[in-house]
């Protein structure tokens, strides 16, 4: 893996509330994810697996997740979830790990957590733990889901997908960051689900519009705020997508947190 990742002020809504008993709880039901494997309470979990090798005492926790970001979006909307979960319950009963212990923790979980526990925008590499921090330009994106969710697992292992692509360096994004490159994942989504080539053949009338990780979601980079909330106004009518005006974030809003 090569790529850009970019944080964006698109959130779910974790809350968090103290118990006195050790025990943990799962509050929220997420339609067609079984809790067991719910990345909120296996990060939890594993947080408390930590503390335990650690001698420590853990309070215990009551989880409620509002989910947002679609599922099978390719916008990393679970992996932020447990990375936040690492960060909170780390602060919340003291167990004083840092950054780089939290990322073992995190990478355990999915590759996708480090990049949200490192806490800025960053060149990805690897699986997911080679992170280099980039500060990128401001801007406001369109973010277009189609419908569909997309399994990160069949794209990865699709005999479509192209493997010989040329390394590139961040010195290479000098000319653009939103223009540089491809995501080679895309061809590989667009002929498994044609949702995802609509959505991209709708969105390109307004910019150069490409699909965020594996998909299903696609964005375009738009010249401001108003320009992107007026392209979310023209979502055609009974399409089932749904869409976002996003600015662009250079910190994860828990980066201050100690630990961090």
Same mark, same amino acid.
């Given at each position: ?61 009551? /989880?409620? *997740?509002?989910?947002?970001?679609? $599922?099978?979006? #390719? @916008?990393?909307? %679970? ?6 979960? &690492? ?7 003291? /167990?004083? *790990?840092?950054?780089?212990?939290? $990322?073992?923790? #995190? @990478?355990?979980? %999915? ?6 526990? &490192? ?142």
């Amino acid at each position: 893996l090569q790529s850009v990742f970019q944080l964006i002020d698109l959130q779910d809504q974790l809350c968090i509330r103290l118990r006195d008993d050790g025990e943990i709880h799962l509050l929220s039901d997420i339609a067609g994810v079984d809790p067991s494997t719910n990345l909120v309470m296996r990060a939890a979990r594993q947080l408390e697996q930590q503390a335990q090798q650690r001698g420590l005492q853990i309070q215990g926790a009551d /989880l409620s *997740l509002e989910k947002h970001i679609p $599922m099978g979006g #390719g @916008l990393g909307g %679970g992996s932020s979830d447990a990375a936040t979960t &690492l960060i909170a319950l780390n602060h919340l009963w003291q /167990l004083g *790990l840092h950054q780089n212990e939290l $990322m073992q923790v #995190g @990478l355990s979980l %999915g590759a996708d957590v480090p990049f949200f526990l &490192l806490g800025q925008n960053a060149f990805v590499e690897g699986i997911g733990e080679r992170l280099t921090p980039l500060t990128t330009e401001d801007a406001w994106f369109v973010i277009l889901h189609p419908g569909v969710a997309v399994p990160t697992p069949l794209i990865f292992s699709s005999p479509h997908l192209t493997r010989d692509t040329k390394s590139v360096k961040m010195s290479d994004f000098s000319s653009g960051l939103f223009s540089f490159g491809r995501n080679d994942l895309q061809a590989v989504a667009e002929k498994a689900f044609p949702e995802v080539l609509a959505a991209l053949h709708w969105l390109g009338q307004f910019g150069n519009a490409r699909m965020s990780g594996s998909g299903a979601c696609v964005f375009a980079r738009m010249t401001d705020q108003a320009a992107a909330k007026a392209v979310v106004q023209q979502i055609p009518l009974g399409s089932g997508w749904q869409a976002w005006c996003c600015a662009s974030l250079q910190h994860h809003p828990l980066e201050g947190l100690p630990n961090k």
